[in-house]
């Protein structure tokens, strides 16, 4: 299975990833203020890849005045039906449908990994006015937990995807984007968590390509026997999901 079909595979199921997927706690945008030296109220952002809308909302909650841009038709359905009056465009990283140094930050949720960044830093650089800055980032695994690391090593072996990796400062994220870029890049990591019911746990796992392109029988099959193993763990059905937010930010003189 291609990256683009796993990128392609969250268009049919839009409406399981806005109401599972996790958001994004408010330390991590007091860091994206704090690193490219300026607030978020005001400022033109662009959030690409920007799905169904949950970094959009998060920052138009902040103040900034966001245009969203979304690949996947049914992506961007579903942001129009949460976020009604939001702009969006249909558009991707690799060729941005945005002026020359038009936004102040340029914001991918989850979703620069997608992207080629041999096309997608110089389209980024070309978007960005004097002073801007590139915020990228990923709720990633909280490998510590061992609850949470056992569960990513089943989903890996039923998939054949492995997880994204616990982060850290020798992977070569921060290198390459400063590389690509020739721009400074200042990474933090924000540690966060919430609870949810059981079903909503479980959806949230199968929202991600791993499982789309996996099929329904398959799904299943995992579903049911990962269900058993997490209501020995958790009894009332309230599940804790801890996070590690891995974000960079390349800022422009």
């Known amino acids: 299975m291609t990256a683009t079909s796993r990128a392609h595979s969250f268009n049919a199921a839009a409406a399981q990833y806005a109401a599972n997927r996790p958001s994004y706690p408010p330390a991590l945008f007091d860091a994206v203020e704090e690193i490219a ?6 400022a033109r952002v662009a959030d690409v890849g ?20 979304e690949p996947g038709a049914g992506m961007a359905a579903q942001f129009r039906r949460t976020l009604p009056d939001a702009p969006i465009v249909r558009g991707d990283g690799n060729a941005l449908p945005l002026a020359d140094a038009s936004r102040d930050l340029i914001t991918y949720a989850q979703s620069w990994h997608w ?22 980032w990923w709720n990633t695994t909280a490998y510590d937990v061992p609850w949470i690391a056992a569960q990513a090593e089943r989903v890996a072996a039923h998939s054949g995807v492995t997880s994204t990796p616990q982060v850290g ?6 290198a390459r984007l400063a590389g690509l870029s020739g721009l400074r890049v200042t990474r933090r990591q924000v540690r966060w968590s919430r609870v949810v019911p059981l079903d909503t746990h479980l959806a949230n796992i ?46 422009r003189p």
């Open 50 to 69: 920007a799905g169904t809308g949950i970094a959009t909302a998060l920052l138009r909650e902040r103040g900034a005045d966001v245009i969203a841009v």
């Open 37 to 42: 030296g300026r607030p978020l109220a005001g």
């Open 169 to 174: 400062p020798d992977d070569g994220r921060a």
């Open 206 to 251: 199968t929202s991600h390509s791993a499982f789309l392109v996996l099929g329904e029988a398959g799904t299943q099959a995992f579903l049911a026997a990962e269900r058993g193993r997490l209501r020995e763990l958790f009894p009332d059905e309230r599940v804790e999901e801890t996070y590690l937010v891995d974000l960079l930010v390349a800022a």
């Open 115 to 136: 992207t080629d960044t041999d096309r997608s830093v110089p389209e980024a650089l070309r978007v960005l006015r004097p002073g801007g800055a590139l915020a990228v």
